[in-house]
Each structure stands twice: as structure tokens, then as C-alpha cells.
């Protein structure tokens, strides 16, 4: 396959991922937002890995994901903790507590 069709996919990916990240007001489908993001980003840096021979972008595609996993690890913590606390999980509800 060519890089093309890698790279149209992962765009593709990224406005889906993008498009969530603006419309939706639930934290945990901005976080599923958030990775879709970041695995479109991961799918290019492995293309151009391929496309140049060299393994430096599969490594930086590991660094990627380990990141996203930590943000989950909070992300969900924290959503978690709100609603034990009966406190509001609407995000525009939450701009409104910072006083």
C-alpha cells in the first residue's frame, strides 16, 4: 500500500477525533476523542517509519501510547471521583466552578 492511503485514513481518523473533541460534553467521550486523535497521529508516524526504512517513528508511535494511557489512567480517575462526589460531569458545567 501506498502512504497515501495511510495518511487519508488517519486524517480522516483525526477530524472524526476532532470533531468529538468539539461537540460532545461528556469527559469520557472527549477522552475517546482524545485517542482516536492520538492513534491517527501514531498511524502517520509509522507510515512515514515504513515509508523511510527506519524504525525512530515506531519508537516515538511507543512514547505516544504510553502517554495516552497515562491520560486515561487520570482522565477516568478523575471522572470517576466526580461522580462518587455527586458533582457535576458536564464539561460546560465544570467551566462554570472556577470560581
Do not use: K
Request: a negative charge; glycine letters at 10%; aromatic letters at 8%.
Amino acid at each position: 500500500m501506498a502512504i497515501g492511503w495511510y495518511l487519508t485514513v488517519s486524517a480522516l481518523v483525526f477530524c472524526i477525533g476532532a470533531a468529538g473533541v468539539m461537540t460532545r460534553r461528556s469527559p469520557l467521550v472527549i477522552l475517546l476523542c482524545l485517542e482516536l486523535m492520538l492513534n491517527a497521529a501514531n498511524l502517520d508516524l509509522i507510515a512515514f517509519s515504513r515509508m523511510w526504512g527506519n524504525g525512530d517513528g515506531q519508537i516515538f508511535a511507543i512514547i505516544v501510547m504510553v502517554v495516552a494511557a497515562c491520560e486515561v489512567c487520570i482522565g477516568l480517575g478523575l471522572v470517576v471521583a466526580m461522580f462518587r462526589r455527586r458533582l457535576p460531569i458536564d464539561v460546560d458545567e465544570m467551566r462554570e466552578l472556577h470560581g
